[in-house]
């Protein structure tokens, strides 16, 4: 029974470019949230989806990022004209109706 | 969202017990408190959860007062690999209900 799986681990993206990072919950698991983690501090939620729906949005910067959880597939976290600001670590949680998050691994990504 | 206050950081011996207390003022009836444990490079792993009174499992040791305005994380015979940053949490336990993480309390064992 394999855990949240977030791919990549690592990231290096230049200035401007395109960041997208995946996150498959754990089987069984409806609900995905995104966290993000800079350095030295605790983790912010950005963004919480069902199914095909966003719920919770209010943790997302305004501009270039958005998410999406397809009916089939992993979450996807989209980071667009990255700067260097975006680097941080981003994880994926997941959770059943009720109880209990896990979280991935997260993926770490450097803007150069 | 009740805010959460807990030390920066502890040192602590292998072998020795470790409390970290957390304080939460203005926790609300239904929200539950939690701690969580992060490993360098890796995310968040849930250690336990409790309401009030007392709550023990393998791992750990969760201890609530009456009031439920502070707990404690205890950790007994600490190891080198119990080294991580402590995360405690106040929420309502209903899913959707994002998480929110403060600093945490960096807990250092030593040989």
């Known amino acids: 029974n394999a855990g949240v799986m977030q791919n990549p681990r690592h990231l290096v993206r230049r200035r401007g470019q395109e960041a997208r990072l995946r996150c498959s919950p754990m089987k069984g698991h409806s609900h995905v949230y995104w966290y993000r983690q800079l350095p030295e501090e605790g983790l912010k939620f950005m963004v919480y989806l069902q199914k095909e729906n966003i719920i919770d949005e209010s943790g997302m910067p305004k501009e270039r990022f958005s998410a999406e959880f397809p009916k089939e597939g992993p979450s996807i976290l989209r980071i667009q004209q990255v700067v260097r600001g975006d680097s941080a670590a981003y994880f994926c949680?997941?959770?059943?109706?009720?109880?209990?998050?896990?979280f991935g691994s997260g993926t770490r990504l450097t803007v150069v | 969202l009740a805010k959460t206050t807990q030390p920066i950081s502890m040192d602590s011996y292998e072998g020795q017990e470790v409390n970290i207390t957390c304080s939460h003022n203005n926790i609300a009836t239904n929200d539950y408190i939690t701690w969580y444990q992060q490993f360098p490079s890796q995310g968040p792993r849930f250690i336990i959860q409790?309401?009030?009174t007392k709550v023990t499992n393998e791992v750990a040791s969760l201890f609530i007062p009456a009031d439920r305005k502070s707990s404690t994380l205890s950790l007994p015979r600490v190891s080198l690999s119990d080294t991580a940053v402590y995360y405690c949490?106040?929420?309502?336990?209903?899913?959707?209900?994002?998480?929110?993480f403060g600093g945490g309390t960096r807990v250092l064992v030593k040989p």
């Open positions: 409790g309401y009030k």
């Open positions: 949680a997941s959770s059943m109706d009720a109880y209990g998050y896990t």
């Open positions: 949490l106040v929420g309502d336990n209903a899913a959707g209900n994002k998480l929110t």
